[in-house]
Nanobody, 121 residues
Framework: VQLVESGGGSVQAGGSLRLSCTTS????????MGWFRQAPGNEREGVAV????????LYADSVKGRFTISQDDAKNTVYLQMNSLKFEDTAMYYC????????????????WGQGTQVTVS
């Protein structure tokens, strides 16, 4: 199983980034796909999740209206479009796959990527 994130970087406040997570080794359309983030000293928090088995999308309140999660089944890839970035969005962003119910809770995700750093100044 592999989940590989890309697209992170440094951006000024108000800017945009698009994160990508390319996956292999498991049934992509049989798992919910989520994005999480963790800043130094903070717990890992769910940002967005897209339900693959039964549909649905969840966003953390802090990113609603600014972030959009989407997927490309042909590429086994999930994306996170991040607009109007704020300093507090600075964190390591992780992609994850889970077979449980639609949730932003990390314990329901079985597979994880290594993360990509997003820095907003």
């Amino acid at each position: 199983v592999q989940l590989v994130e890309s697209g992170g970087g440094s951006v000024q406040a108000g800017g945009s980034l698009r994160l990508s997570c390319t996956t292999s080794g498991f049934t992509f359309n049989g798992h919910n796909m989520g994005w999480f983030r963790q800043a130094p000293g903070n717990e890992r928090e769910g940002v967005a999740v897209i339900g693959r088995r039964f549909g649905g999308i969840l966003y953390a309140d802090s990113v609603k209206g600014r972030f959009t999660i989407s997927q490309d089944d042909a590429k086994n890839t999930v994306y996170l479009q991040m607009n109007s970035l704020k300093f507090e969005d600075t964190a390591m962003y992780y992609c994850a796959a889970g077979a449980s119910g639609l949730s932003l809770v990390a314990k329901y995700f079985q597979y994880w990527g290594q993360g990509t750093q997003v820095t907003v100044s």
